[in-house]
């Protein structure tokens, strides 16, 4: 169970508003040093004054102290008084002002971000950007136009500077949709040890997770007494609501996975996966080197990145035919190619060098399936046999011209009937990577090679294919593992 609190000066400055019990004023907050039967407690800060040793940065200060989660933070705080620290975090938001229109001799324009929503909604996306970056209540912002938009100022508003009538109306609005335990008396429901955000992402063609197996992982929260919510990537803001973040995506570092990662961490909350192994998997160039540098088997692996004639004969004398060309933030078999002799070598070169300034090549491996030995807190949990698909060299084909992907059969089975040294590898493998829920891929040919093909932080769990033999059980220990993180987090 939470508690929440809205923090005002003065319980005067809450008059235009709806009465609410969680309405306090500072001086009440000062003297609530202990919140009985509250786990977390979440404020929001509307005083006024957010310069040092004034009120607003005094409730937030305590906050902290006090473990509370509290929007603005410190942290916000101190970048909004410093231009030169907020503009460091700007290049997102640079994105969102190139997108506004002005109006003819238009130099200048301000306005207020509330809980990172806008009065105009021509401004909506840059409000959410600009409140993911400096999350306070209320944000007054300045741009100035030259050739471009740019941002001269932004900061932080109080309740008590918002007078007019329909600014007043439309924060109540973005209150009640922040969180409408401020308005209306919540359903009766269970009581929940955590709270856990699942990051998920309805319309990924190739998600991690299908509805089935995310259900599943709903049900082995509750049974632990763990709310795990599914939430989309519009949920940003509310993220410092939960204690733990389990994400259900695909991640990349260029991406909201990331920053929600990022942002979970900064938090203090739990998170699968965590920023570092998003970090270290999602690269195939960096994981390569990895794992060569700590002696895991691998294919024989070239990084490349010049086309000339020179290089790629180099490459074909050390990693002979076929040679299979990857770009380093692929997933899913995409962006991959196999090819069979020096034009379409140098053909496969030019097209991934378009988007990669490094291609990873690799010898090619013939197996009639790949192994996947999915790995939490460096322990095996389960494993499965990929096979290729008929007529194919991957496990998923990807269909020219169309969204149609094709995948081959498969075969789960329990882990003490993987092969030795395919265990073994696959371990040693997510040791170099961290102590979060893995995926490794690996072959193993008839003369019993063993090569690791990459770690997924992200690995796959779909209902009737990796669950086939542990079943719900399955889900029941990745929660489980989450419960040991938040009850070893409580203590410390």
């Known amino acids: 169970m939470?508690?929440?609190?809205?923090?005002?000066?003065?319980?005067?400055?809450?008059?235009?508003?709806?009465?609410?019990?969680?309405?306090?004023?500072?001086?009440?907050?000062?003297?609530?040093?202990?919140?009985?039967?509250?786990?977390?407690v979440r404020v929001l800060n509307f005083c006024r004054n957010k310069r040092a040793l004034g009120r607003g940065y005094y409730c937030s200060l305590l906050a902290e102290?006090?473990?509370?989660?509290?929007?603005?933070?410190?942290?916000?705080?101190?970048?909004?008084?410093?231009?030169?620290?907020?503009?460091?975090?700007?290049?997102?938001?640079?994105?969102?002002m190139a997108k506004l229109k002005a109006a003819a001799g238009q130099k200048s324009l301000t306005f207020k971000v509330f809980l990172g929503e806008?009065?105009?909604?021509?401004?909506?996306e840059l409000a959410k950007d600009l409140f993911e970056r400096f999350p306070a209540p209320i944000l007054e912002v300045t741009l100035e136009k030259d050739k471009k938009w740019s941002l001269e100022r932004v900061h932080a508003l109080s309740l008590k500077e918002i007078t007019v009538e329909e600014e007043q109306e439309f924060l109540a609005n973005t209150l009640?949709?922040?969180?409408?335990?401020?308005?209306?008396?919540?359903?009766?429901?269970?009581?929940?040890?955590?709270?856990?955000?699942?990051?998920?992402?309805?319309?990924?063609?190739?998600?991690?997770?299908?509805?089935k197996a995310l259900s599943?992982?709903?049900?082995?929260a509750e049974k632990l007494g763990i709310n795990l919510e599914p939430i989309g990537a519009k949920d940003y803001v509310r993220l410092a609501e939960y204690d733990g973040l389990f994400i259900r995506e695909t991640t990349s570092i260029d991406h909201h996975t990331y920053r929600f990662a990022k942002k979970a961490?900064?938090?203090?909350?739990?998170?699968?996966?965590?920023?570092?192994?998003?970090?270290?998997?999602?690269?195939?160039?960096?994981?390569?080197?990895?794992?060569r540098a700590n002696k895991v088997p691998t294919p024989k692996t070239l990084l490349m990145s010049q086309t000339d004639k020179d290089s790629l004969q180099a490459a074909i004398d050390y990693l002979g035919f076929p040679i299979v060309l990857k770009i380093p933030d692929g997933a899913f078999s995409k962006g991959m190619y196999k090819v069979k002799s020096m034009e379409e070598l140098a053909d496969a070169m030019k097209k991934l060098s378009k988007t990669s300034?490094?291609?990873?090549?690799?010898?090619?491996?013939?197996?009639?399936?790949?192994?996947?030995?999915?790995?939490?807190?460096?322990?095996?949990?389960?494993?499965?046999?990929?096979?290729?698909?008929?007529?194919?060299?991957?496990?998923?084909?990807?269909?020219?011209?169309?969204?149609?992907?094709?995948?081959?059969?498969?075969?789960?089975?329990?882990?003490?009937?993987?092969?030795q040294a395919v265990l073994e590898a696959a371990l040693k493998a997510c040791r170099l990577i961290g102590d979060g829920f893995y995926?490794?891929?690996?072959?193993?040919?008839?003369?019993?090679?063993?090569?690791?093909?990459?770690?997924?932080?992200?690995?796959?769990?779909?209902?009737?294919?990796?669950?086939?033999?542990?079943g719900q059980a399955l889900y029941y220990e990745v929660m489980a593992e989450f419960l040991r993180r938040l009850e070893l987090q409580q203590r410390h």
């Open 2 to 40: 939470s508690g929440y609190f809205i923090v005002v000066d003065d319980l005067a400055d809450w008059a235009p508003y709806f009465p609410s019990k969680e309405v306090i004023s500072f001086e009440q907050y000062l003297e609530k040093t202990e919140i009985k039967g509250e786990k977390t």
């Open 65 to 96: 102290a006090r473990g509370h989660k509290v929007i603005p933070n410190i942290t916000v705080l101190n970048d909004l008084r410093q231009k030169n620290l907020y503009s460091l975090q700007l290049e997102e938001v640079n994105k969102s």
């Open 118 to 124: 806008s009065i105009e909604p021509e401004l909506s």
């Open 176 to 211: 009640e949709r922040y969180s409408n335990r401020l308005w209306r008396k919540p359903k009766a429901r269970k009581h929940y040890r955590y709270e856990v955000a699942m990051l998920v992402n309805a319309e990924e063609k190739l998600p991690p997770s299908d509805k």
């Open 216 to 220: 599943n992982f709903v049900k082995a």
């Open 265 to 291: 961490e900064a938090e203090g909350m739990v998170v699968i996966d965590d920023p570092t192994s998003i970090l270290r998997c999602t690269n195939k160039v960096y994981l390569a080197d990895l794992l």
């Open 357 to 419: 300034a490094l291609v990873l090549a690799q010898e090619y491996l013939y197996t009639e399936y790949d192994w996947r030995v999915g790995v939490l807190n460096n322990k095996p949990l389960y494993a499965c046999r990929y096979y290729m698909v008929k007529g194919h060299w991957q496990i998923y084909r990807h269909d020219d011209g169309s969204n149609k992907v094709t995948s081959g059969k498969f075969d789960t089975l329990p882990t003490y009937e993987v092969p």
């Open 439 to 470: 995926g490794v891929d690996l072959k193993q040919t008839k003369e019993g090679k063993v090569a690791v093909i990459e770690v997924n932080d992200n690995p796959s769990i779909d209902s009737a294919v990796e669950d086939k033999f542990l």
